[in-house]
């Protein structure tokens, strides 16, 4: 019997771990690694003028 309760106890501490380890992961600090780009200068050509 106390084995059973042992386990329960320790099944449900990796349950909140796990979920606790998820919830950490979307709400927590970002870790993202992009590249500040910032302004682009506009490199194409320019729209031909055309009379209606």
């Keep these: 019997m106390s084995h059973t309760i042992q386990l ?3 099944l449900c501490l990796q ?3 796990y979920i606790s380890g998820a ?3 979307i709400f927590g600090i970002r870790d993202d690694d992009y590249p500040a780009t910032g302004v682009q ?3 194409g050509d ?3 003028k055309q009379d209606y």
């Design 46 to 48: 320019p729209a031909k």
């Design 23 to 25: 919830v950490t992961r």
């Design 8 to 10: 329960l106890k320790e």
């Design 15 to 17: 349950v909140m771990n």
């Design 41 to 43: 200068p506009f490199e």
